[in-house]
T-cell receptor, first 112, second 116 residues
């Protein structure tokens, strides 16, 4: 069964304290792995797409990496405005219309 | 680019009434649109996938007669919750995909539905 597991469920950091969020997955025929940011009461905001193991993408303080079994979202020197829930999702290949399977998310809180 | 809007952003209705939610891709044409539901402190659950001009594909356990989806054009999809009940209260979010199955999904801001 296709599955996406994110850890930890919640993470509290001090401003400037770097850390990583994990997304492990089992899926038949991975087409892509997506990272989104979701603020309370809003829809997910697209961050990154990764397609193959070894791929890395960066945006400001965020860096996403992908292996055959998991993905990491590294946050370097976070700021309070980085506080949000970070969602990981996988897109299946064969037999799929492109729909996403989401993990439950990691709620990140960054204290000043 | 890739902006998706939803209307209304929140709605309160009485039990037994129907509610329509609109999802629009503002600056691109969306071959496929998706409808998700999100309960408090839980992740997004896919309800259905719709392609322009064809019937929607519903996920297992989602009642197609209760959640009517119409993808009338490449920029508009609507979700109608028919005969709504309190258990239908949730956060409904749509997403739009430009073209191929590997393309990124861009999400709308969501609609908070409360059924009294």
């Amino acid at each position: 069964e296709d599955q996406v597991t994110q850890s930890p469920e919640a993470l509290r950091l001090q401003e400037g304290e770097s850390s990583s969020l994990n997304c492990s997955y089992t899926v038949s025929g991975l087409r892509g792995l997506f990272w989104y940011r979701q603020d309370p009461g809003k829809g997910p905001e697209f961050l990154f797409t990764l397609y193959s193991a070894g791929e890395e993408k960066e945006k400001e303080r965020l860096k996403a990496t992908l292996t055959k079994k998991e993905s990491f979202l590294h946050i370097t020197a976070p700021k309070p405005e980085d506080s949000a829930t970070y969602l990981c999702a996988v897109q299946r290949g064969r037999g799929s219309q492109g729909n996403l399977i989401f993990g439950k998310g990691t709620k990140l809180s960054v204290k000043p | 680019g890739a902006v998706v809007s939803q209307h209304p952003s929140w709605v309160i209705c009485k039990s037994g009434t129907s509610v329509k939610i609109e999802c629009r891709s503002l600056d691109f044409q969306a071959t496929t649109m998706f409808w998700y539901r999100q309960f408090p402190k839980q992740s997004l659950m896919l309800m259905a996938t719709s392609n322009e001009g064809s019937k929607a594909t519903y996920e297992q356990g989602v009642e197609k007669d209760k959640f009517l989806i119409n993808h009338a054009s490449l920029t508009l999809s609507t979700l109608t919750v028919t005969s709504a009940h309190p258990e239908d209260s949730s956060f409904y979010i749509c997403s739009a995909q430009r073209g191929t199955r590997t393309d990124t999904q861009y999400f709308g801001p969501g609609t908070r539905l409360t059924v009294l």
